[in-house]
């Protein structure tokens, strides 16, 4: 048997939403005043006077990391492109005049408009070579072109590594 439900019936003033549009406004200039006296919780930072502090595992910009001789270290091995989920490094390996290294990396490229900086790559690396704790996000271009981050930006970021693999880094 079907239930009847007895629709509660509003009255003319909560119909007409002027109660609750007063205590909307009381919030609002609650908050107004109460930043503009004591400037308690306003969280606006006046960048670029103010800069964030950012923690130190901020997944920021990418920087590619060196050997102690000043090359980079990255070996072209193709693990952190394989890991990217968004497929947006590109790599070109060149023959590496010491056979102990094999390989290096002739174009490294990182197309800044598809990446979701997961760290993924950071991640696969087997090397220590590519990072992403710079401690500063990316400034971002009106061009795509200014989006696609290249070997040498990266490295300038860059510092010296000294992971050994399976082992300690700094
Ligand atoms: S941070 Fe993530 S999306 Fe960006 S390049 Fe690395 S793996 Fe790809
Ligand atoms: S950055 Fe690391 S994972 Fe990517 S190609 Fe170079 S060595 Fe391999």
């Avoid at 923690?55 to 070996?75: K, Q, T």
């Avoid at 197309?111 to 991640?123: N, Q, T």
């Avoid at 271009?141 to 040498?152: D, H, N, P």
Wanted: hydrophobic share 35%; with cysteine; net charge positive.
């Amino acid at each position: 048997m079907a239930k009847l439900v007895v629709r509660p019936t509003a009255e003319l003033s909560i119909q007409s939403y002027l109660p609750e549009i007063w205590h909307g406004m009381k919030v609002s200039a609650r908050h107004f005043w109460v930043n503009v006296l004591t400037r308690r919780d306003i969280v606006t930072k006046q960048y670029p006077e103010e800069k964030p502090v950012y923690p130190a595992r901020f997944r920021g910009n990418h920087r590619l990391m060196r050997r102690e001789d000043g090359s980079v270290r990255c070996v072209a091995c193709y693990m952190c492109g394989t890991a990217c989920p968004a497929d947006c490094i590109r790599i070109v390996a060149g023959q590496h005049d010491d056979s102990t290294i094999e390989k290096y990396p002739v174009v490294f490229e990182i197309d800044h408009m598809k990446c979701i900086f997961c760290g993924m790559c950071e991640e696969a690396c087997p090397c220590d070579a590519i990072r992403l704790d710079s401690g500063q996000h990316r400034i971002p271009s009106y061009t795509r072109e200014g989006e696609l981050t290249q070997k040498a930006n990266m490295l300038a970021l860059g510092g010296l590594a000294v992971a050994r693999q399976g082992g300690d880094f700094k």
